[in-house]
């Protein structure tokens, strides 16, 4: 399974991203994009565009199955857990929002070794905590470089944590996937 977080300029990384993905890789691609909470949610139906897999906006407690791309719903926090996807109401103090730590933090404890982490374009230091949680757990972690970044706050913050496996273009992280699921021992 690979948890994908981003925030500002995150909808062209994803898209960029999607658009080179085999569709046939056996993973899921679970989204966590920063959601203005009071706002109906386009990225489905924007992200659907992209890939020939399907696209879903998740429900609590949703199975999660491979080769389908699953997107947070907006004003919700995440987790996964026994493969369930689980929500709950985000919090209103904005300080405490990080949804996309949320996710990888419980990605890690549910699959450990199995988990991949990729961050994306953003304003903030979001997902850096959940990134080194999966790195710790065995999983392999990306982050997008910054030259093809529209804000790089988000993935400069991972990469200094030093637990970043691969730093590159949304195009190049498709490529690596794809190459990651083709792997014998994967």
Known sequence: MVGIGASAGGLDAFRQLLSHLPTDTGMAFVLIQHLAPDHKSLLTEILARETTMSVFEVRDRMAVEPNCVYVIPPNT??????????????????????????????????????????????????????????????????????????????????VATGHVDFILSPQEIATELANISRHPYI
Not at 94 to 122: E, H, N, Q, Y
Not at 134 to 152: L, R
């Open 77 to 158: 926090k995440m987790t996964i857990e026994r493969g369930l996807l689980k929500l709950t109401p985000r919090e209103k103090n904005r300080a405490m929002m990080k949804p996309v730590d949320t996710f990888f933090l419980s990605l890690a404890a549910d699959l450990g070794s199995k988990a991949i982490a990729v961050v994306l374009s953003g304003g903030d230091g979001d997902g850096s905590r959940g990134l080194e949680a999966v790195k710790d757990a065995g999983g392999i972690t990306f982050a997008q470089c910054e030259a093809s970044a529209q804000v790089s706050s988000m993935p400069n913050t991972a």
